[in-house]
């Protein structure tokens, strides 16, 4: 007769911290995804610009995958942080303010994809995966990937 040895059960880890230290590493959590999200909608705006001469929700929408209230959300939320401009129904525009955002993102998106090429990543994975990473990352980070990148 086999004899079956079950593994201990393992009980989840717990967050001893006190509360006011958890709220603010979510909270920390939340805006650093707001800022990902604003930063990924100026740099498609600068591309549908460049490459269509507009951005429009409904295209910023198609392009995102989400619906057009939802980039009217956001859009509203990038309008009051100075980074856009538009008129209801009409293209949106970046601000100064939003081009300088969207120039350092493709920045900061160019390092990273160039620095995943050079270790082997094909360009799709690159590509996809360098959307995530490139909010992510410190600037000497950044340095150091385009150092490597520049060497391979």
């Given at each position: 007769m086999t004899r079956h040895v079950l593994a201990p059960q393992t009980q989840p880890a717990s967050d001893?911290?006190?509360a006011d230290l958890r709220a603010e590493a979510f909270q920390g959590v939340r805006d650093a995804r707001s800022r990902?999200?604003?930063e990924d909608y100026v740099e498609l705006i600068a591309e549908l610009i460049h490459d269509q001469g507009e951005a429009r929700p409904v295209d910023i929408a198609a392009r995102l995958g989400v619906?057009?209230?939802t980039v009217t959300k956001t859009l509203d939320r990038l309008a009051r942080e100075g980074l856009i401009t538009?008129?209801?129904?009409?293209?949106?525009?970046l601000t100064d303010a939003g081009r300088a955002l969207a120039k350092e993102c493709r920045r900061r998106h160019e390092i990273v994809?160039?620095?995943l090429i050079s270790l082997g990543l094909d360009p799709?994975?690159?590509?996809r995966d360098a959307e995530g990473?490139?909010?992510h990352v410190s600037e000497r980070t950044l340095a150091l990937f385009a150092a490597f990148?520049?060497?391979s």
């Open positions: 001893d911290r006190p990902e999200l604003a619906k057009v209230p538009r008129a209801k129904y009409r293209s949106v525009f994809l160039r620095f799709e994975t690159a590509e990473i490139e909010h990148a520049n060497k």
